[in-house]
């Protein structure tokens, strides 16, 4: 059934036909489709652009149980969004192609991101992360609604560990391992600029390892252990230092009861910045 979306009013499918006019959508009728494990490595590898690794990214199927789901929730959809088509498909990265930090979180929200096509986008988290980042000026807007409502990010990119939105949150450790090549090249892509990862919860701390010792990147040992306010010095082949920055998951679990603040996330989004910068602030 097609529906229009909020705030350009097309109609679209539920899950979004890629290269259908979807606000923000690289991808095309055509795009590569990733059906394996194998297809994730080749494509994210052959990627020789963030818009190249969006596009290929945001058609992939690799992994037959977050596709059946995030589908599923695209049809079934949420009674309060049930006049709006559901994107349902994997969220790419998004933010500053010349992003001094990379926010790293764990996976697309059923009724978020899996919404709306983008990062954080129309959900509690997104409010959360995305007023921090006005406050902290590196966001024009504090609010993030839909894929057309004009957010702009400085010197800020985000990507998330796992791309597709799994049941309950928890993507399953294969899953993890088959999405792992996207983020990898997210942060090949990127290494002209990025100098600070900001992991948000332990479970994206944990990719960002992975993937650092993958890059053939130096991590210390014992593993960094993820805690709020963490830093990991990283440091590339090159001599470069990436600082692996540990924040809270701006989940409603964390955010509702009090384990996270707005005090608390300013706190360690200000230091990664600093980090990001150059700077030790
Ligand atoms: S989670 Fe990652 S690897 Fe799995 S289908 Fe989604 S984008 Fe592809």
Not at 86 to 103: E, H, M, S, V
């Amino acid at each position: 059934m097609l529906l229009p979306h909020p705030r350009t009013g097309e109609a679209f499918e539920s899950p979004v036909p890629p290269g259908t006019g979807w606000p923000g959508d690289v991808a095309a009728p055509g795009t590569p489709v990733a059906r394996t494990p194998d297809d994730v490595a080749r494509l994210a590898a052959s990627a020789t652009s963030l818009d190249d690794l969006d596009r290929d990214s945001s058609v992939c199927r690799a992994c037959p149980r977050l596709v059946a789901w995030r589908e599923d929730v695209a049809v079934v959809k949420r009674r309060m969004f049930r006049d709006q088509p559901y994107w349902g498909r994997p969220a790419a990265g998004f933010g500053d192609p010349a992003a001094g930090l990379l926010i790293a979180g764990l996976a697309p929200a059923a009724h978020g991101a899996n919404r709306t096509g983008r990062l954080f986008t129309g959900d509690r988290s997104g409010d959360w992360i995305f007023a921090a980042l006005h406050r902290a000026g590196v966001a024009n807007q504090a609010t993030s609604v839909d894929a057309a409502d004009g957010l702009r990010l400085a010197g800020v990119r985000m990507a998330a560990a796992v791309r597709c939105a799994p049941p309950d949150n928890k993507p399953l450790p294969s899953e993890r391992d088959t999405c792992e090549p996207w983020l990898r090249r997210e942060l090949e892509l990127t290494a002209p600029t990025v100098r600070a990862v900001m992991a948000l919860g332990a479970f994206g701390w944990g990719v960002v390892l992975t993937v650092a010792r993958h890059l053939g990147w130096d991590v210390p040992r014992p593993a960094p252990r993820f805690g709020h306010g963490a830093v990991a010095p990283l440091t590339r082949p090159d001599g470069v230092v990436v600082h692996l920055v540990g924040c809270y998951h701006v989940s409603q679990q964390n955010t509702q009861t009090g384990r996270l603040t707005e005090a608390m996330l300013d706190e360690v989004l200000a230091h990664a910045l600093a980090l990001a910068a150059g700077r030790t602030g």
